[in-house]
């Protein structure tokens, strides 16, 4: 992320001198993937979080069914 913001930040300033409004487009897209990313890890991590709960609930309490 640090690499990617580095980046993002060297093509807004070389665009700023020229084209100032152009730059928040270059920093929204960046916002709007950063914020899709996180999002994506949150819920990865929920999943998981959710998995390792079931798991954990069966194994302490099994069900065997009707």
């Known amino acids: 992320m640090a ?3 580095a980046e993002m930040e060297k093509q ?14 270059i ?7 950063t914020l899709i ?3 994506q890890v949150a819920e990865e991590l929920t ?3 959710m ?3 079931l798991k954990d ?5 099994h069900f065997e069914g009707f």
């Open 47 to 49: 999943h998981t979080l």
């Open 37 to 39: 990313g996180g999002l």
């Open 3 to 5: 690499k990617e913001q």
């Open 27 to 33: 920093l929204q897209n960046f916002e709007d993937k």
């Open 12 to 25: 807004y300033l070389a665009v700023y001198k020229g084209n100032p409004i152009q730059t928040q487009a």
């Open 57 to 61: 609930t069966e194994s302490a309490y």
């Open 51 to 53: 998995a390792q709960i």
